[in-house]
């Protein structure tokens, strides 16, 4: 496991130990000095842990290490889940673009992520259409469930800020292609005179000096308010001040599949989300009703008049139970995982 308090394997963890009685073994992932010796800690944790396993289960961030888990799942008996939530090329090459796609290392991500999808004997990813692509690329014999991401438990329903005039717009992450925060610059240009808008925009990353000089390139400097990065924890704080908060407006094939991180917490927190129209979506959509507005791919100036149009949120119709009908969008994803994952290991699922 890359690292043990992320959301994703926290939650997966605890739906194993507190609603199948499963008892979770964690193999962490080694930080020792030197590759080599880092990768001989990894072995030995994996093989110690796997010791008597039904399942090893191979977390987000590992992919790397799925030809390793498969030949100790097998060796032990045990069946081999893999959760590709964050595949090895679309994180070097399409979300950071620390790596060119015609280069060695690009190939090789693609045939590590190609590898952990052939050796999963379940394999889990986020949405409906990111499982439908990783079935129309790979052919896997095993079944790919979506598994969806889902808000913390720190997200909750929000009560308004005090009534206010200028629209306030919260983004917050890396700045990476991902996000297209250059297309929000740009819609905020297109908007103008026709709507007093306020953005704060939380975090850092390799992109954000280049995002800073082309708000002041824009004339917007009065507009935008840079912040840096803060603890998950107080981005609360950050969300109930705001009217809007933004999803993902990247043009990649993931930007077009992910129901990201930012999306379900500020539908839980009861806000406005504005983000990129996608498939992935419709169950979220059902969920959040009016308080989920979607805009065209790669269009500034559906941004802009997604914003313009946006309410306060002192006037947007904000259902105090909406982050429990999120958790019931993912709740059901979760039992479809657990009936697959029986399917696989039935002498101890429900047992």
């Not at 605890?14 to 080694?30: F, T, Y």
């Not at 289960?57 to 939530?85: C, I, K, N, T, Y």
């Not at 969008?329 to 479809?336: C, E, P």
Request: hydrophobic share 45%; proline share 6%.
């Amino acid at each position: 496991m890359h690292d043990t308090g992320y959301p994703r394997n926290v939650r997966v963890r605890a739906h194993l130990e507190r609603q199948l009685g499963a008892s979770v073994v964690v193999a962490p992932r080694s930080r020792a000095a030197g590759r080599l010796r880092r990768a001989i800690e990894d072995v030995r944790s994996l093989v110690r842990g796997a010791r008597r396993a039904d399942v090893v289960l191979l977390s987000e961030f590992r992919l790397s290490h799925a030809p390793l888990a498969w030949l100790v799942a097998r060796l032990q008996g045990a069946a081999l889940v893999v959760d590709g939530f964050v595949g090895l090329h679309e994180t070097a090459v399409d979300d950071w673009r620390r790596v060119s796609p015609a280069s060695p290392a690009a190939l090789r991500f693609r045939v590590l992520d190609a590898a952990a999808v052939r050796c999963a004997d379940l394999y889990l990813i986020d949405t409906e259409p990111r499982a439908a692509e990783i079935v129309r690329r790979h052919g896997p014999s095993a079944a790919v469930v979506p598994l969806a991401v889902g808000a913390p438990a720190w997200a909750t329903w929000q009560p308004p800020a005090p009534p206010h005039d200028a629209l306030r717009v919260l983004y917050y992450g890396g700045y990476i292609p991902l996000h297209g925060v250059d297309l929000v610059v740009d819609a905020l240009s297109l908007i103008g005179a026709r709507r007093r808008v306020e953005v704060v925009l939380v975090g850092d990353g390799p992109a954000r000096r280049a995002v800073e000089a082309r708000v002041r390139r824009a004339g917007l400097a009065d507009r935008c308010t840079f912040v840096d990065a803060v603890p998950e924890g107080e981005l609360l704080a950050h969300i109930a001040r705001a009217d809007v908060v933004l999803g993902v407006f990247g043009s990649s094939a993931k930007a077009r599949g992910v129901v990201a991180n930012k999306v379900w917490q500020g539908l839980a927190c009861g806000r406005t989300v504005v983000t990129q129209r996608s498939s992935a979506l419709d169950d979220v959509r059902c969920a959040a009703g009016g308080l989920l507005v979607q805009t065209e791919p790669a269009s500034a100036s559906s941004i802009a008049d997604a914003l313009v149009g946006a309410p306060l949120a002192h006037q947007a119709e904000s259902p105090h139970d909406v982050a429990e009908r999120l958790e019931s969008v993912v709740q059901r994803s979760y039992d479809r995982f657990t009936d697959h994952l029986s399917a696989l290991v039935p002498r101890r699922v429900h047992s």
